[in-house]
Structure formats: structure tokens, C-alpha cells
């Protein structure tokens, strides 16, 4: 029986291996096969190529946004604010003068630094938490007293998955790797992917095993990573500017959503503030009234009602 039951179960490992093998080179050859098709309409239509590579890089150039960046100059007796977040602390689509850092500055006379990044996240202010270039860019300017990262629901997909893609445009010849990060001796530490995952996760980024087994290797449950991630940027920030408290402002994105009860509970928990965007506005966001022109991205009006609502909060 025993022999039987070994005999069945090579039989099926065996024939697992085969139809995952089959399948690995269906998908790899089906990616090509679209990247080919468009590439022949892209060069008719003079448009930018695709391109396919297989190398683990860092998660985004930094480089490439310090021009973007601004640091609004105050009064040099007040404590600075540190912002941090994506293209709504960015200000997409808005005048430099339209941001929640620049009103900040503008209302009550604080340096602040406006550390968004377009398309980034919480692991982009990783980079500059550990990044010697950051904090000669903030050296002259006064120590700050708040830390503040601003969070939408699309960070929660940014930080899940550690691939983007395996098809990009041809001038980002590479797909998009994010490492994981740990707070480790008072250090922040940058945790490559396993060599061993990468045929797993070039399935998950070619369409169809997404929804079968190659999905456990991208996600990790991503509440608890969002904590995690939270945790080490608080205890960082404490490390780093002693004197400032780390503060989040969870703003609805397109999908109208804020962060999921357990999350905050936990963040209350580890005495971590979040403010509600629209409780600092004191009126909800969502219609086009406070949304940029792509109906997505807050407007200047929206980030001055935030403003005022932040002041009063914190007492700036």
C-alpha cells in the first residue's frame, strides 16, 4: 500500500513539473509575443518601445526627483516639518505654490520639505531616511519637530508587491524590484529578494498565475506589512530627529478608500497619530471641487483647508 501511495505521489510531482514547466514557457513566450505585436504598431506610430529584462534593481532612481523636490525656507528660529509621501504630498498637477507644504510655510512661517515622490511610497522615504545625500540637503535648515507621511490607499498594492512588471518602457530597461526593510540595530536595513524567487515572481508578473500559487510569494498580509512599514519609519525618525513626532494623514484615493479599522487600531496602539484629510479639511473630498483636473489628485483648494486644519491640530 505504502508503495502504491509513494509510487502515486512521484507520478504527480513528476507531472506536476512537466505541466509548470509547460506553463513557465507559455507565459514567457506569450509576453514576448505581446511585446512584439506592439513594438511593430509603437515604431509605425513613432511611440516609445517596450522592452523585457530580467534584473533585480533598486526600487525606483532617487536621483531623478531631487530637482523635483522643494524645501519652502522660513523663519530659522521655528522648528522645520518634514513631508513625506507620494504625488499628493508632491503636489501633482498643482502650482509649487498650491501644496500642503508650501501653505504650511506660507501660514505660519515653518521650513518645511516637501519629500514627495510621483508613483512612490513609504519605501521611497526608506531611501532617504538612509540616504547621506538627504540629509545634506536638510543640514542648514532647522531641526524638525513633525514628521509627516501622508498615506493613500494605493500604498497598500505599492509596498505588497515586490515586482511591477517584466514589460516596461524601453527608456526603464529593467522591471521594478522592491526589497523589503527592516529597522535592525538602529540601523534601517534593505533585505534583497531571494535569488530562489525570481522564476516565481517573472510567473506572477506575466498575467495568468497572479490569481494561483505564484501570489503567496508577492504578498505578504498587507495591513501588518503597512504596520510594519509604519513602525520602522516612526522608530527611524525617532533616531534620527529625536525632537519630532512622526504623524500620518490617511487621504481617500481613487478607490475612496482610508485605512481599515485593524491598521489604525494598531497605529493608536503604538502611539502613532493618524489625521483624517477630510476632518482636517472639515468637509468631505471626493467631488471635483477638490480634485485636479485628472479628477484623482487633490487641488490647491483642497490642500488649503487641509492646511488650516493641520495648524489648528498641531498648534503650528
Not at 507520478?11 to 513539473?17: E, G, H, P, S, V
Not at 534601517?188 to 498575467?207: D, G, H, N, R, T
Not at 484629510?277 to 487641509?306: M, T, V
Amino acid at each position: 500500500m505504502k508503495k502504491i501511495i509513494l509510487s502515486n505521489l512521484l507520478i504527480f510531482f513528476f507531472l506536476f513539473c512537466i505541466v509548470e514547466l509547460a506553463s513557465y514557457l507559455y507565459i514567457k513566450y506569450n509576453a514576448k509575443e505581446y511585446m512584439d505585436n506592439y513594438n511593430k504598431a509603437a515604431k509605425e506610430a513613432n511611440l516609445t518601445l517596450l522592452t523585457q529584462r530580467y534584473a533585480p534593481i533598486r526600487i525606483i532612481d532617487q536621483d531623478k526627483f531631487d530637482n523635483w523636490r522643494a524645501i519652502d525656507y522660513g523663519d530659522k528660529d521655528k522648528p522645520s516639518i518634514l513631508f513625506f509621501g507620494c504625488s499628493y504630498i508632491y503636489g501633482f498637477l498643482n502650482d509649487k505654490n498650491e501644496t500642503l507644504p508650501y501653505y504650511i510655510t506660507e501660514r505660519t512661517g515653518r521650513t518645511t520639505v516637501n519629500r514627495g515622490v510621483p508613483g512612490g511610497c513609504i519605501l521611497n522615504m526608506f531611501h532617504d531616511l538612509r540616504s547621506e545625500t538627504f540629509y545634506n540637503q536638510i543640514k542648514d535648515i532647522p531641526e524638525p519637530d513633525y514628521v509627516i507621511y501622508m498615506w493613500i490607499n494605493d500604498h497598500l498594492n505599492r509596498i505588497a508587491n515586490p515586482y511591477t512588471s517584466t514589460v516596461t518602457y524601453v527608456d526603464c530597461p529593467f522591471y521594478e524590484v522592491k526589497p523589503d526593510w527592516e529597522y535592525k540595530d538602529g540601523k534601517l536595513v534593505e533585505i534583497p529578494i531571494q535569488k530562489w524567487k525570481l522564476p516565481f515572481y517573472a510567473l506572477y508578473c506575466s498575467k495568468a498565475w497572479h490569481y494561483l500559487y505564484a501570489e503567496k510569494f508577492a504578498f505578504e498580509d498587507r495591513n501588518s506589512k503597512m504596520l510594519r512599514y509604519f513602525i520602522t519609519a516612526r522608530n527611524i525618525c525617532k533616531d534620527k530627529f529625536p525632537k519630532a513626532e512622526f504623524i500620518i494623514i490617511e487621504y481617500k484615493d481613487g478607490s475612496f478608500s482610508y485605512m481599515r479599522p485593524e491598521l489604525k487600531n494598531a497605529l493608536k496602539k503604538e502611539n502613532i497619530r493618524v489625521f483624517n484629510a477630510e476632518d482636517l479639511a472639515g468637509h468631505e473630498l471626493e467631488n471635483d471641487k477638490w480634485r485636479a483636473n485628472d479628477q484623482e489628485h487633490p487641488n490647491g483648494k483642497a490642500f488649503s483647508d487641509i492646511a488650516d486644519g493641520l495648524i489648528k491640530q498641531l498648534k503650528l
